[in-house]
Structure formats: structure tokens, C-alpha cells
């Protein structure tokens, strides 16, 4: 079955966000979370500093009907640099105007809320947010409840 996903990018604090993202969604996470510790040593990759061995190389949350949200912190040792842009949202399209308004308030605890939760032109009940990490989500509910 064909699937897609949002991999998130942050310099240190994927923990955190994904964290805040298992409390939001509930859930687990796929085989748990990996670390660049985890990783065996190879001759194409030099060796991490110690502060960056407990950073994680990779998480997966299913959030909404099987839809993962994954994500890998990007530190500059590695030669990563993170610019947080306005170029993309996750968009979100739950079930029913209840869950809308359950996530959109969850996510939106120390972030800052663009666009109120309200009915649009196009008939869904539309809102957007930028979550405390800076990622940034679109909500279309069509349910009309």
C-alpha cells in the first residue's frame, strides 16, 4: 500500500517535539526511537561528539489514519544547518469538527495561531496554526456536526 509522510528536520529538539506530538495524537512510536549512538561504525561516517550521540537519528508517529509523522534531528556537526521556513504546512483533515478543535487547541499551546478555527467559502471549517517547535498546520474539517 502506497503511503506518505512529513519528515520533520530539527537541529536538537526532535525529542521534545515529537514528545509533545505523542500528546497531542496519542499513539506510539514505530520501533521506538533511534539514536545516532545506535548507529554501527563505518569508515564513510566520522566519529559524532559525545553531546550529539543522544540526538535522535529517526522517529515515526502515526498520527491520523495511518498517516506517519517522522522526524531526525540535523545537528551542525554533521554538517546539517536548519532554516525554519514558511514554505510548508501539514495539512490536517480529521473526521469531525470535535477532533478539529481538540488537535488545533493542543497544537497551538505556545505557538501562535494564524487563522482561527472557523467555516470558509469553500464549506470546510478551516484554521492554521504555528505549533512552539515552528512547524506550521493547516486544519480542513468538512464534517458539518
Given at each position: 500500500?502506497?503511503?506518505?509522510?512529513?519528515?520533520?528536520?530539527?537541529?536538537?529538539?526532535?525529542e521534545a517535539a515529537f514528545n509533545?506530538?505523542?500528546?497531542?495524537?496519542?499513539?506510539?512510536?514505530?520501533?521506538g526511537i533511534m539514536r545516532f549512538?545506535?548507529?554501527?561504525p563505518s569508515e564513510k561516517m566520522?566519529?559524532?561528539?559525545?553531546?550529539?550521540?543522544?540526538?535522535?537519528?529517526?522517529?515515526?508517529?502515526?498520527?491520523?489514519?495511518?498517516?506517519?509523522?517522522?522526524?531526525?534531528?540535523?545537528?551542525?556537526?554533521?554538517?546539517?544547518?536548519?532554516?525554519?521556513?514558511?514554505?510548508?504546512?501539514?495539512?490536517?483533515?480529521?473526521?469531525?469538527?470535535?477532533?478539529?478543535?481538540?488537535?488545533?487547541?493542543?497544537?497551538?499551546?505556545?505557538?501562535?495561531?494564524?487563522?482561527?478555527?472557523?467555516?470558509?467559502?469553500?464549506?470546510?471549517?478551516?484554521?492554521?496554526?504555528?505549533?512552539?517547535?515552528?512547524?506550521?498546520?493547516?486544519?480542513?474539517?468538512?464534517?458539518?456536526?
Open positions: 500500500m502506497s503511503q506518505v509522510s512529513i519528515y520533520l528536520n530539527f537541529e536538537r529538539e526532535t509533545f506530538y505523542k500528546q497531542v495524537f496519542g499513539g506510539e512510536f514505530q520501533g549512538r545506535d548507529v554501527p566520522p566519529p559524532l561528539p559525545a553531546e550529539d550521540l543522544d540526538l535522535v537519528m529517526h522517529v515515526s508517529l502515526p498520527i491520523l489514519d495511518g498517516f506517519a509523522l517522522m522526524g531526525s534531528d540535523a545537528p551542525k556537526s554533521m554538517g546539517f544547518r536548519i532554516t525554519a521556513g514558511n514554505n510548508a504546512y501539514i495539512n490536517l483533515m480529521p473526521a469531525t469538527r470535535a477532533e478539529t478543535r481538540r488537535i488545533f487547541s493542543a497544537l497551538s499551546e505556545g505557538g501562535v495561531v494564524e487563522q482561527d478555527l472557523q467555516e470558509m467559502f469553500w464549506g470546510d471549517y478551516y484554521g492554521s496554526l504555528r505549533d512552539r517547535f515552528g512547524i506550521q498546520w493547516m486544519f480542513n474539517c468538512s464534517a458539518k456536526e
